[in-house]
């Protein structure tokens, strides 16, 4: 069976491109969003000309973040202590200028990494 295209997912889920960009607008808030979007910086293009495809995994990374951290910075604080790097502000500070779906996929390594390395010892 084959897996379905971009559209036919926002089609699903959301009705239409619209409303799948007003899902992902709802998480640009201060404690989620950087303001990297060529709008936010006085630009004329917005979320409305992204890909499905890219607004799908923004919603997608976005939704989970905000379940299970709530926050950049928790998400940045759990990061750190998952690398052993809590005390690190230089690395800290790095960090709070990556994207949310950039932090979540360090995390995700990071503990995946972590997680190895405990059954190695064990």
């Known amino acids: 069976m084959a897996s379905k295209n971009p559209l036919a997912i926002v089609k699903e889920r959301f009705g239409d491109k619209a409303k799948l960009v007003e899902a992902v607008k709802g998480f640009a808030t201060e404690d989620l969003w950087l303001g990297r979007v060529s709008s936010d910086r006085g630009g004329t293009k917005g979320l409305d000309h992204v890909s499905n495809a890219k607004l799908l995994r923004l919603h997608a990374t976005f939704s989970v973040v905000k379940e299970k951290f709530g926050t950049r910075a928790k ?4 990061t750190l202590t998952v690398l052993n790097r809590s005390k690190d502000q230089g690395y800290r500070k ?5 994207p949310v779906p950039r932090l979540y996929d360090l995390y995700q390594s990071a503990s995946k990494r972590a997680k190895a390395a405990s059954k190695a010892q064990a």
């Open 75 to 78: 998400l940045i604080d759990e």
């Open 94 to 98: 790095r960090l709070e200028a990556y």
